[in-house]
């Protein structure tokens, strides 16, 4: 019976989590709204610096891991298919797997493990030194200055970063096969221009837009989710890690089962 | 609703705070507060002032009674309305907590950013211009961790006046300040205090400052409050209340 009542506990827990980030994100985005204030520069120089922390900081990083994973999976694969069909999709497979799969997931858990983390710890602190508070009685929207810069620098940074990561993993997949297999770069390439189209590029950018969105979402609703005692900070950095990747998952089951 | 006063900034008719940290109970307040005023708010509870500054500031609403900010009366305005309002209020917290992750001279340049939309270039250079003139002698361009004490409080002052604000609120302004800050301070309030009205909380840290520029002392305690128009008549008040905490200096 006990089991019950705390499966019963965690689904209502869940579900009140759900309509609470919901309601956060909804009322985050209704910039609308008359006594919102976007559009100024204190919340485009908050912007500016959240896109270079999360997305131009991070390209070191997400160069080498696309070359790296690239070359490692076009290893796998090539050596996978020579068994099966002597590598004659290979091309078709890796862009496949990459583009749909590899590339916004990669992405995706890189920008939770620098960004995700950073902004709960950031925004926790900022909460816990009574930072905010302060601002709130000068005028200052929190939403307006500390939320939307955050997810719309986190949007673009996951949409922007899974494009080059992609296309950094395919070159150096393609490349690589080239070097184990008879294959020629400029027909590779060829094949590969041929298979994307308006459609798989507009599911590439929708499913990145989401990962973005929610993954900001997610990050500064468990950084100003901190009320007053510093240990919440990592309480709430862990739920947001874990939760993102949770989101991450169930996104992707989403477009898989869209794309089927 | 019409206005109690066109006149004064603030005006308190029997305004009861409401406040979730304290289980104090809340006598109503009356005052009316002037441009140039400088009012002073003591008594026993810190939570209990802290809920009535909020309370005159017009950051919390009042559960009973009117409060009028500016000829605006605070229950009866909606979140655009209250906003503009904040722009005319300048609100220094006690322990002035910065934005930790700008520098000082961002930090009074936020407000000019958010509310005006000032070009960054004009926005500095007023920034800078304000805080030469509050004698803040640093590198601008540090980080609040790396200022003192006084050095924070003048940077928070800046931020708070950066408006040019008709009232000003402070909470516990003296507080973690030494001697001599403590008189900076006190000069830098006096000077700033023209033409607005200014309501702080606390102050008996630096009984001096009370004395030679208070208009008013609001005593507040659980069961009473008691407005003094001098800090002469404050200290020879009779009442047993007054007595107890005069007797804590």
């Known amino acids: 019976m006990k089991f019950f009542d705390w499966m019963g506990h965690r689904c209502l827990e869940l579900f009140l989590y759900v309509i609470d980030l919901t ?31 999360t997305g131009i900081n991070a390209i070191a990083i997400i160069s080498f891991l696309a070359m790296f994973v690239g070359i490692v999976i076009a290893s796998q694969l090539v050596f996978i298919m020579a068994s099966i069909t002597g590598a004659r999709d290979l091309v078709e ?56 810069p955050r997810i719309l620098s986190m949007v673009i940074s996951q949409v922007t970063l899974a494009l080059y990561f992609s296309a950094i993993m395919l070159l150096f997949g393609m490349l690589f096969s080239t ?3 008879d294959f020629s770069v400029r027909k590779s ?26 993954v900001g979402t997610i990050a500064c609703f468990h950084g100003l989710s901190v009320r007053t005692s510093p240990t919440q900070v990592t309480e709430q950095m862990q739920k947001a890690v874990v939760r993102s990747i949770v989101f991450l998952f169930l996104l992707d089951g989403y477009f898989i089962a869209l794309t089927l | 609703m019409k206005s109690l006063a066109t006149h004064a900034s603030i005006v308190a008719d029997g305004a009861i705070p409401y406040s979730t940290e304290s289980n104090l109970s809340f006598p109503p307040l009356k005052c009316h507060i002037q441009p140039s005023d400088l009012i ?30 500016l000829g605006q009366v605070i229950s009866e ?31 009074v340049m936020l407000p000019l950013l958010y509310h005006v939309n000032l070009p960054f270039r004009e926005a500095a250079d007023k920034a800078r211009a304000l805080l030469a003139e509050l004698g803040c002698h640093f590198e601008l361009t540090t980080y609040p961790a790396l200022l003192n004490s006084f050095q924070r409080l003048q940077v928070a002052l800046a931020r708070a ?59 507040i305690s659980e069961h009473k409050i008691i407005i003094f128009n001098s800090w002469k008549s404050f200290m020879g008040a009779e009442d047993p209340d007054v007595r107890e905490l005069l007797g804590l200096l």
């Open chain 2, 40 to 69: 002073c708010l003591v008594g026993p509870h810190r939570s209990q002032l802290r809920a009535y500054l909020l309370m005159l500031a017009g950051i919390a609403k009042p559960v009973q009674g009117n409060m009028e900010i």
């Open chain 1, 93 to 148: 497979i890796l862009a496949r797997l990459i583009l749909s799969e590899m590339g916004p997931l990669i992405t995706g858990f890189i920008i939770i493990g620098r960004s995700c983390s950073a902004i709960v710890v950031d925004l926790g602190n900022t909460k816990v030194s009574g930072e905010i508070e302060p601002l709130k009685y000068l005028g200052i929207d929190v939403d307006d200055y500390f939320v939307v």
């Open chain 1, 23 to 53: 309601y956060f994100l909804v009322r985050t985005l209704s910039v609308w709204q008359p006594h919102r204030n976007v559009f100024n520069r204190a919340v485009y120089s908050a912007f500016l610096d959240q896109l270079i922390l």
């Open chain 1, 179 to 181: 070097l184990i297999y």
């Open chain 2, 161 to 219: 006046l950066i408006l040019d604000p008709r009232i000003l609120i402070l909470d516990v302004p003296f507080n973690n300040l030494g001697a001599s800050d403590r008189k900076k301070m006190g000069e830098l309030l006096n000077h700033y205090k023209n033409n607005r009205a200014v309501c702080m909380m606390g102050g008996l840290q630096y009984p001096l400052f009370l004395e030679q520029h208070a208009d008013r002392i609001i005593f």
């Open chain 2, 77 to 107: 305005l909606d979140q655009q309305a209250w906003q503009k309002l904040r722009c005319q209020i300048g609100y220094l917290s006690g322990a002035s907590p910065l934005l930790s992750v700008q520098p000082a001279l961002v930090n």
């Open chain 1, 189 to 214: 390439l060829t094949e590969l221009l041929n298979m994307l189209n308006i459609n798989s590029l507009f599911i590439f950018m929708l499913k990145n837009l989401l990962f973005g969105l929610s």
